[in-house]
């Protein structure tokens, strides 16, 4: 069974950074892509990031470029998302999420099939 758990979300002022954490188990991780979303009060979960199974490819949502970083440690099964100059509009949860059968990029939720349990990012202004 695959489980995902996020870490190192909170409260931080604009400007500010924040690494979050997605410790993943339950099956090979360097084989899938993975990604991270977010979900703001009223609105609908928004692509963040993403990254393929060996970390060669990487893709950011225009919100987002150049201000954070995604990776992953495939020795430690862990993924990550490195944040800087945060502003008030990251406010959101974040997940983590991985895709059972394919390696390619995706920027849409529903091609993800594993997600984790989210982490509270809140960006004071």
């Known amino acids: 069974q695959v489980q995902l758990v996020e870490s190192g979300g909170g409260l931080v002022q604009a400007g500010g950074s924040l690494r979050l954490s997605c410790a993943a188990s339950?099956?090979?991780?360097?084989?899938?892509?993975m990604g991270w979303f977010r979900q703001a009060p009223g609105k609908e979960r928004e692509f963040v990031a993403a990254?393929?199974?060996?970390?060669?490819?990487?893709s950011y949502a225009d919100s987002v470029k150049g201000r954070s970083t995604i990776s992953r440690d495939n020795a430690k099964n862990t993924m990550y998302l490195q944040m800087n100059r945060l502003k008030h509009e990251d406010t959101a949860v974040y997940y983590c999420a991985e895709r059972r059968v394919s390696d390619s990029i995706s920027y849409r939720s529903k091609d993800y099939d594993y997600w984790g349990q989210g982490t509270q990012v809140t960006v004071s202004s």
């Open positions: 990254i393929t199974g060996k970390g060669g490819s990487t």
């Open positions: 339950g099956r090979t991780f360097s084989t899938y892509a």
